[in-house]
């Protein structure tokens, strides 16, 4: 099969997935971008637990932003590999990062400009102030803080938020996203399928990330100004 054979076929499973946003017309669509996905992204990173983590990272994208993506301006399969560089620099970046609290970047959606095509410069994407003034949840105190003291709430947050998930979401985040386990330790010590747990992990993120943004709205908002500034 010849790679414009290839690519006219991801471009119809993807429109159909598009038209018809059910699990098994994504699952379709899973199985035949896969492959090339992970090479793709691998070939970045180098490294396979790497790829795992960025490959759940940007199928949760996909699963939310499907609709921001317009077939009339570039195929799907541009859109997608755009999306996984991006998730594979910004990984790499945080990967870099001294922080030990990985949480709220897993938890922020500030990039949607980028998700959605109209910008793939990752130059500023980590340029933030030293301070902000915070406002609490009262509307009245505030207060200077660092960006360390917001993360670390974010954090903690986070956490709140995880154990209120449905089990297997949290399960398969918390030995993620707080013991740092991988995919395949994680499938392996709980007797899942590898496929299963990434999908448990995106649907996850993407409950967690919702949830944190309902029960701690202002502090999912001053995170974000931390991160656009």
């Given at each position: 099969m010849n790679k414009k054979r290839i690519e006219t076929d991801i471009q119809k499973i993807a429109e159909r997935y598009i038209n018809n946003r059910s699990d098994t017309n994504f699952a379709s669509l899973y199985s035949r971008i896969k492959y090339g996905l992970r090479s793709y992204i691998f070939g970045i990173v180098k490294n396979i637990d790497d790829t795992d983590d960025i490959e759940v990272k940007v199928l949760e994208k996909v699963w939310k932003n499907i609709h921001m993506y317009d077939p009339n301006k570039a195929k799907f399969s541009t859109w997608l590999y755009r999306i996984a560089l991006f998730e594979s620099l910004q990984y790499i970046a945080n990967r870099n990062k001294s922080h030990k609290h990985i949480l709220p970047e897993d938890?922020?959606?500030?990039?949607?400009?980028?998700?959605?095509?109209?910008?793939?410069?990752?130059?500023?994407?980590?340029?933030?102030?030293?301070?902000?003034?915070?406002?609490?949840?009262?509307?009245?105190?505030?207060?200077?803080?660092?960006?360390?003291?917001?993360?670390?709430?974010?954090?903690?947050?986070?956490?709140?938020?995880?154990?209120?998930?449905?089990?297997?979401?949290?399960?398969?985040?918390?030995?993620?996203?707080?013991?740092?386990?991988?995919?395949?330790?994680?499938?392996?010590?709980?007797?899942?399928?590898?496929?299963?747990?990434?999908?448990?992990?995106?649907?996850?993120?993407?409950?967690?990330?919702?949830?944190?943004?309902?029960?701690?709205?202002?502090?999912?908002?001053?995170?974000?100004?931390f991160e656009i500034n």
């Open positions: 938890v922020s959606n500030i990039y949607a400009n980028t998700i959605a095509g109209t910008c793939c410069n990752n130059d500023d994407a980590f340029i933030t102030h030293d301070n902000i003034d915070y406002v609490t949840e009262n509307y009245i105190d505030f207060t200077e803080v660092t960006k360390d003291d917001i993360t670390q709430d974010l954090y903690d947050a986070s956490l709140t938020c995880i154990n209120l998930l449905k089990d297997q979401y949290r399960m398969v985040l918390y030995e993620k996203l707080v013991n740092c386990k991988t995919i395949v330790d994680i499938a392996n010590e709980k007797q899942i399928p590898i496929t299963t747990v990434k999908n448990w992990l995106f649907k996850g993120r993407i409950e967690l990330r919702n949830m944190i943004k309902e029960k701690f709205g202002r502090l999912y908002e001053s995170y974000c100004e």
